[in-house]
Structure formats: C-alpha cells, structure tokens
C-alpha cells in the first residue's frame, strides 16, 4: 500500500504527478535542487526536500540523494515521472533494496528496453518489425555498416531519447564528425556513448502506442499518438488518435504494441514507438518499430483526454499491486485531442532556448494547462525549457485544433522568447489542418519560424502605453491630442531586433489594441496572437553601433558552458566554419564564423560556464 509517494523529478510532470497523488489522497514528497527552492513543484507538494545544487548531476541525476530523501520522509514509494532517472535500472533495482515501491515497470524491463541495440534485436526475435539498421556491440563497425546500409542515415545513441545523441548524416565523408559530437552529447546526456545506425526514413510520421500492463498478466493498449511534429528530433504538437490511420491498421498496430510489452514482461505505463513511411499513405507493411519508452510520455494528456483514463492514477494503482482498473473491451475513444508543448525558446533563430524572467505568464483558462512555472519564476540554462503543456480535446480534429489554436494566440507570456506564436501559426497551416504532416514538417515550412514583423497594430499598442502620462484637472493639463481642427498625431520610433521603425498614432485611446507592458529593462512587450514582440524605445540622441561591428565578434546566443572550443589565436577561418560548441538546456549548440577572418581572441575555454552576450571569439581582418 502506498501512503506517501516522493516525487523523483521537477516542473510540470511533478506538478502534475502530485495533482493526482494528492486527489488519491496520498501525502506528497517534492525534491529540489537549489535553484528550485521556490518552483512551482516545491509548493505542489506536501513537503520538500532539497538534493544539491543547480546542476541536475548533482541533484536530479544523484539516485542516492534522493533515496536519502525517502527515507527521511518516509515515502512509500517514488514516481520518477520522465527525464532523469526514470528510466535507470541501477535506480529502480536501488528502490527495491530500499524497500520502496517504483511507479514503473521492473528493473528486467528497463534493461531489455533501454538500450536502443538490445530492444531493436528483443523485437525481431519476438515479431515485431523494425527499421533496417546496425545495433551490434562492435562500435568499429559504425562508418562500415553506414556504407552498407545506404545514405543518408541516423546516428542514434543507444541509451538515448529526446533526440539527443543522434545525427542524420547524408554523406560518407561527415560520418566521423557526426559520430563524435552524437557521442559526446551522448555521454554527456546518459552517461553512456554507444551508438547505433539505422536507414533514415524519408517520409517519417512518428506514430507512437500507449500501453499498460499490470502484474497479473493483464496487457491492453489505450490508443495510439501521432508525434511527428518535431523540431530537434523533439516533439512540438502531439494528437491522439494519428490522423489517417484507419481502424484496422489501428488494430494492427495496438497489437503489436502489446505483443512488444509481453516480450519483455512489462508492468506499468509504457509506449511503443513506430515510424512509418508515409509517402504513399500508412500501410501495415511500411510501419517498423523504433524503441519502447519505458515511462509516462510528455505527451500522455492527449491519450487521457480521448479515453477519459487518469493515466498516473493507473500507474499508483498498477505499482501498489492493483489489477488494471479497465480491460480491452471497456476502453474507446472519444474525439480528438491535440497538445502544444509551449517552449522558451526562439524559433526564429533555431530554436535556440531563452531564458530569464517570466515578467508576465497568463495562460488561457477553458483549456486543460499542464504548467510547471508561474509568473514571476526564472527560468535557468540548467534544465529542459518545457514551460507547460496546452491540451485541446473536441469531437473532431479540426474543432481540437482551432480550440488550441485560439486559445495560444491570446496567451501573455513576457521576459523571454517562447514558441507560442510559432504554434498558433502550425496550428492554423493549411497542410497541418489537412493532416499531411510527417517528421520534416517544419523544416520544410521555415516561413512558420520567423516571426511576421510588427503589425500596425502592435506598434501602435506599444506607442500608446509610451504616451501615457498623468492627466491634471485643468484642460491645460489635458494628453489627450485635442485640436480645434482635429484629434493630434505623435510619431513614435522603435528599435525592434537591430532595425528601428516608426508609427504614427492618434495621442487619443485607440479600442482593440493588443495587450501591451513595461518590462523591467524599460522595454514593451506587446501580445499579438501568440508572438510576443519586444520593442525597445528609440532614443534619437542615441546612434545605433556602426553597421558591421556585430561580424567582429561572435557573443554565447544564451547562457552555458563551453564544451568544445575548435579555435584558436591567429587562426584563418571561413564563413560558417565550427568555432565552439555549447552546451545549455541539454543540448548541444555549435557557433559558427559570421564570415572570413583570422580569429584575434578567444574568451573561453572548455569548461567555463559563460553567461549570454559574452564575446566568445573576435575577429580581425580578412582571411586570405
């Protein structure tokens, strides 16, 4: 029986994992690392216990720590939620000798499911098929079997998820560098470098199933999910059920899902990834299984939305021994779910991550909301940008989508770049409200990722909160424009990313503007569907830096630490070559060259933790 659960992870999957823990009336324990002292998950829970400092090796990533916290608590069990530990034999194999229940599935299943080679080689003995491919031990033989597989191929990390550690290569000479970063990401990530190589699908729709089994022998599937939309190798929109797919294949497909969770005797949540080639429609034969994800999903609202079903409810049950609460034949679906994973990050600039302050976080009520920060937190380089999850449900697809579409285009989010203009944007695409999407969507479709430029509308909702002034008594006091001959004009001149722009407004209140606020820098912030566009005021005493001066340098793009640094002093570089590679957010992100040059300095080493705008390398002259 579980009484007192502790739970082993942070942001919004804590929050939401201590939503229903508490419903089922279970005390709850949050841990945090020092920069979570005053998270939204610390005050979800009952009681808190902090596990070290920022950094998630040292606190999120330390499987003693938090057994040291269950025990001072004394937890019953502990849900690992997704990310970190969940899915580390060594961790749920430590909570069974601490005597402490693991909400998931047995150590044996881990292992058999965790590394991507041993999975891939369990399925094809049991039946199931999978992607051609290379998932030996013999890490030598990488670049030989890349060859013969044919390109383009993907490096992938056999311990890996959440597209890091892996490298789509499309010729033969790039195989060894692509190989070395997917390693070093790789170990840096799981603690683990091995890698495998599988054929590349051109056409990919990224289709997963939602199983769940208990100890009683009982297995069923609750659905599948497309997650194709993706940027990174990392899921951006999630739908239940995959649009296309027909009741057959769907029954196909439910079952070889369960036929993979009996193979490997699995107990509690889990999904069974497939990747289909689509280019000629979904087809059982085109359909191959990729990993099993031995865990509760990011994306698992959109299955509880269709079916109706508390999946972590499922999982407290399934772990404190229960039979699963619902057979095959009591579970159907119910409309269409669709769910946004609302970034910080800056689509317009490769999705780099953001960070900062949030000033302001008003997120649409009449909508499921699976947040994991308020207004007013900071969010930290430290950990995953995932800011919370918007979840849509209706009869049809098209009534989901728009609901989610509209309800992301009035969000308020100010301090830091977020995705939510972005996916208003995909939301409302055509070819996505059509269905046609595979994993290349938005890679084929840039013009979705730069943001439009400032519409009247949104400058003239940052002039008039410039020109707000007190208004006296007397009419002489009056701000208000009056003119015998007609309402006043005032020009008002922006500086928005570099170029400055201007408007003219009437001084008088317009109606229908966009919301519009001071950030703390001084800057406005102004709300358009979704896109939130910072405006900083002009200063006409003020001359902008002289054009060409930005080339002489190149500044860390966002907070992190150096992993990589390829350059050096009096060095000759060209355009687009490899200065230095970051690391921020667990992922890797390399600097390039602006142009040709011979590098004058350099102002980091591996390493050092920088933060953002640092001046990294500086240039002079031109390269010969």
Known sequence: MIRTLLIANRGEIACRIA????AMGLRTIAVYSDVDAHAAHVEAADEAVCIGPASARESYLRADRILEAAKSTDADA??????FLSENAEFAQACAAAGLVFVGPTVSAIRAMGLKDNAKNLMQAAGVPVVPGFHGEDQSRLASEADRIGYPVLIKATAGGGGKGMRRVERAQDFAAALEG???????AFGDARMLVEKYVAHSRHIEVQVFADAHGNAVHLFERDCSLQRRHQKVIEEAPAPGMSGKLRAAIGALAVKAARAVGYVGAGTVEFIADAGEGLAADRIWFLEM?????????VTEAITGFDLVEWQLRVAAGEPLPKCRDEIAAKGHAVEARLYAEDPGHDFLPSTGTLERFKLPSGIRVDAGVREGDVVTPFYD???????????????AVKQLADALAVAEIGGLRTNAGFLVRVLRQAEFRAGAIDTHFIARHPELSAPPLPSERVLAAAARLLMQAPVGNDPWSRADGFRLAGTAKRKVEFIVDGARVSVNVPVVAERGLPVAFRLNCGDIAVMDEGETVVLHPH???????????????VAAPMPGRVIQVRVAPGQKVRRGEALMVLEAMKMEHTLSAPRDGTVESVGAAEGDQIAEGVELVRFSGVAA
């Open 78 to 83: 502990i849900h690992p939620g997704y990310g």
């Open 385 to 399: 940008p995932l800011l919370a999850k918007v979840i849509a449900h209706g009869p049809t697809r098209a009534t």
């Open 293 to 301: 994800n031995t865990r509760l999903q990011v994306e698992h609202p």
């Open 182 to 188: 997917a390693r070093r990401e790789a170990a840096s």
């Open 19 to 22: 939503r229903t823990a508490r």
């Open 539 to 553: 200063d006409p005493l003020c001359d902008a830096e002289e054009e060409g001066e930005a080339a002489d340098g």
